[in-house]
């Protein structure tokens, strides 16, 4: 009988603190370390999870960190997470709150090995229905929840050397711009550069208009001629540009001509330079013109009219120049030129009469007429 009695008290003793936790209305279940594995100085960080009812306030400036004494560890850090909208309900029970405290330690020991957080108590207090929670931490006793300890591994760390990388050392004086900066400045030179086309191409054309729209003085009216005969200037029928593209078409037939007489290609080529002259030169010479009177006239123009006839001028002389030889080999009755020579730099000569040629020539010369 003593032993049966000796047996009860034994299972008593052992099911008090069982039934007592299932019955308690806070729960503290305590997580793993991470990481597990720590180095010198790592901080390491231990969850503690709580759960308990509404019933149960919990004393929150008794678990900072400061408020835990540890003799082999430091806390240095606590965050809370209340988990508002995490609220599980139990069909007994009802709805149970989470709060998660997230304690960040580290070891102040300088021996390695395996280090355990010793358990420490969760502070609370019960809270009865229609009293505040102030109410309750002045009113109720705090009662404790003891938590585990937990187990953490410290390891030796080597200090490596730092990684050595000379772009890292390089110190440029002057910055470097992005690519936005550079598209801009790109964007800026070509609308400048477009703008300054468009302003050299219009004073060009307006440069040509007026050049063939003015005429002096001695070049209007009637003239007379070696003969005493008074006639009136007559305007060639082909425009300037017309009058090169039959000039070209002529000669390229020219080459294949060779059947005929000498004489008459060089009268050919007599009257395809003079006709060229008259149509480029329209307000300057006149048809009734001999060859002679057209070179004389040519290389007898002052600064003023050489100007403004323009790059052109030198092929104008020129073209005068050879029309004149060819008069004096027809009066004569022979012919003291090559042809086929002849026609080659006639059309080397004539190809300067080219827009592209006389528009860079205008350009080179843009900022020299102002002076």
């Not at 309900?89 to 280090?115: A, H, S």
Request: hydrophobic share 40%; proline share 5%.
């Amino acid at each position: 009988m003593r032993y049966k009695l000796l047996v009860c008290v034994f299972v008593l003793l052992i099911a008090t603190p069982i039934l007592a936790q299932e019955s308690s209305p806070i729960i503290v279940e305590t997580g793993k370390p991470m990481p597990s594995v720590i180095k010198s100085g790592e901080p390491f960080k231990v969850t503690y999870r709580a759960k308990f009812l509404d019933t149960v306030v919990i004393k929150e400036e008794d678990m900072q960190p400061g408020d835990l004494a540890l003799e082999k560890f430091e806390v240095i850090g606590l965050e809370i997470n209340k988990n508002t909208f995490n609220r599980p309900k139990d069909d007994n029970l009802g709805f149970v709150n989470v709060w998660d405290f997230i304690y960040t330690f580290r070891i102040i020991q300088p021996e390695k090995g395996e280090y355990k957080i010793p358990p420490f108590n969760f502070y609370w207090v019960p809270k009865k229905a229609g009293t505040t929670e102030e109410e309750a931490k002045e009113k109720e006793k705090p009662r404790e929840f003891l938590t585990e300890e937990v187990g953490i591994v410290y390891v030796s760390s080597i200090a490596k050397p730092p990684f050595l990388d000379i772009r890292d050392e390089i110190g440029f004086i002057l910055p470097i711009s992005d690519g936005i900066v550079w598209r801009r400045w790109a964007y800026g030179v070509m609308g400048a550069a477009s703008l300054l086309v468009l302003i050299i191409l219009f004073r060009f054309v307006r440069y040509s208009d007026n050049r063939q729209s003015q005429v002096t003085k001695e070049d209007v009216g009637v003239e007379a001629s070696e003969d005493g005969v008074m006639v009136v200037g007559v305007g060639p029928i082909f425009s300037p540009k017309q009058a090169r593209s039959r000039f070209f078409k002529e000669i390229k037939k020219m080459q294949s001509e060779a059947k005929y007489p000498i004489l008459d290609l060089e009268k050919k080529l007599r009257f395809l330079a003079r006709e060229l002259l008259l149509a480029e030169l329209r307000e300057t010479i006149r048809d009734s013109m001999s060859e002679n009177e057209i070179y004389a006239k040519l290389t007898g123009l002052d600064v003023k009219h050489k100007k403004l006839i323009g790059s052109k001028y030198a092929v104008m002389v020129d073209l005068a120049r050879r029309l004149k030889r060819y008069q004096e080999d027809i009066d004569l009755g022979t012919c003291t030129i090559n042809i086929v020579k002849e026609v080659v730099e006639l059309r080397v000569v004539v190809s300067g009469l080219s827009f592209y040629k006389r528009f860079l020539f205008f350009v080179k010369n843009l900022f020299g007429r102002r002076r």
